[in-house]
Every structure is written in C-alpha cells, then in structure tokens.
C-alpha cells in the first residue's frame, strides 16, 4: 500500500532564509507525487506536481521540488521564506492517473520576522 | 466560477443526530471525493467516486454514507453521529485528464458534542 511521511510535523524558519519540508513516499510503481498548501481557515491549494518527465519541478510563490526515485523522496524548498509563506503544507502520492491521493501528516511552517 | 462549493460551513450536532454535507462542482469534472482533516494525521479518504452512480470506499469509510445521482453534487450523510465524527470535512474533485490535481472546497466544520 502507498503511504507518505512528512518528517517534522513544525518546521520554523527566519524570514529570507531557506525553506526545507521533507517528504518521503512508498509505492511500488512510478507514482503522481504533489505538495498542496493550506492557509489558515481554507481549503488546500496546488503548490506543484510531478507526473512524468524532469524532476525537478517549480510551482508557485518560488517553490520548487526534486523527485529522486532512488531516495524515494519529493523534498520541497524555497530559497528565501517570506512571512506570507506560514502556512500547513502538504505531501500527496497516487499510484496512476485517476488513482486515489494519499496524503501525509501535514507539516506546519512557521517564518519569524 | 464557483469551483467547488461545500455547505454549511460550521455545524453542530449531538450524538445519535443525522445531517447531510453538501458538495457541487461546476467544473464538470468526473471524479469526487471527501477527506477528512484532524490534527497530527493529515487527510484521510473517506469515500470517492469516479462518476454518476459509482462510489467506493476510501480509507476512513466508517459512520459515513455517500452517493453520485449527478456528475455535479456528491453529498456525504452521516446516519448516526458519533463524538469522533468530529473533524473538518473537504470535498475535492478533479478530472480525469487532469493527472489527478484536486480542486478543493473551503471546508465544513462539524463538532459533534
């Protein structure tokens, strides 16, 4: 069965520095992975996916994430947090087009002034 | 454009109480789905469905009863509500050519005291 772990459940970071969210995934097929964010008393958002193809993805507000199969990881990064950035973000896995989101734990970012 | 539209917002119920949320789309996408989000454990699936008149079970499909009569409403009934009901309901819907990128609704808030 697909399962996904975020590592660290509240990340905090100082304004401008680099914003790491760890997400490790397994599945036994080449899988969709996806990061959503959530701002507080809203649904999620599409931040950025990988499908197919270069696996380095950029998304919106400056993130981006690299899909390394052999780690089985989907790390997201931004290389300079701004306060609007606070927010719950979220790892997401699905075995094919169609299938079932699996989500992780969420992990909480904090961004001090 | 409305996307995804979840009603109420906010409700309150009492053990043993039966309600219906509400979910519509209008972006004529084929697939739904209802997750539920609780602290520490992300989102959950409770039910799906890939069309009209089909649904199936997700990973939390307990105390919950779903159908599709429509490709645009997927309403999810809770028949008896129990105090681990309590959580916060989305709906989401995607297309099938849309390589599973949800579009989510705002959220209900249900407490059941």
């Known amino acids: 069965a697909q399962s996904v772990t975020q590592l660290g459940s509240h990340v905090s970071v100082s304004e401008g520095a680099l914003v790491l969210l760890r997400c490790n995934y397994s599945?036994?097929?080449?899988?969709?992975l996806f990061w959503y964010v959530q701002y507080p008393n809203q649904g999620l958002q599409l931040l950025l996916k990988?499908?197919?193809?270069?696996?380095l993805v950029k998304g919106i507000n400056g993130f981006e994430a690299e899909f390394k199969k052999s780690e089985t990881s989907f790390h997201l990064t931004k290389p300079s947090a701004h306060m609007s950035d606070a927010a719950e973000y979220f790892c997401?896995?699905?075995?094919?087009?169609?299938?079932?989101?699996?989500f992780g734990q969420g992990t909480e970012l904090s961004v001090k002034p | 454009n409305a996307g995804v539209t979840q009603t109420p917002k906010f409700q309150v119920l009492k053990t043993g109480q039966s309600m219906t949320l509400q979910c519509a789309q209008d972006m004529n996408h084929e697939y739904m789905s209802w997750y539920r989000q609780d602290p520490g454990m992300g989102l959950r699936l409770i039910h799906y469905?890939?069309?009209?008149?089909?649904?199936d079970q997700g990973e939390v499909p307990n105390g919950y009863n779903v159908s599709r009569s429509t490709t645009e409403d997927f309403p999810l009934r809770l028949l008896s509500a129990a105090p681990s009901q309590t959580s916060v309901y989305f709906c989401a819907s995607n297309a099938v050519s849309g390589a599973n990128v949800l579009t989510f609704g705002a959220g209900s808030r249900l407490t059941v005291l």
């Open positions: 990988y499908t197919t193809g270069a696996t």
């Open positions: 599945s036994s097929v080449p899988p969709y």
């Open positions: 469905s890939v069309g009209a008149g089909i649904t």
């Open positions: 997401a896995v699905s075995k094919n087009q169609g299938g079932k989101l699996i």
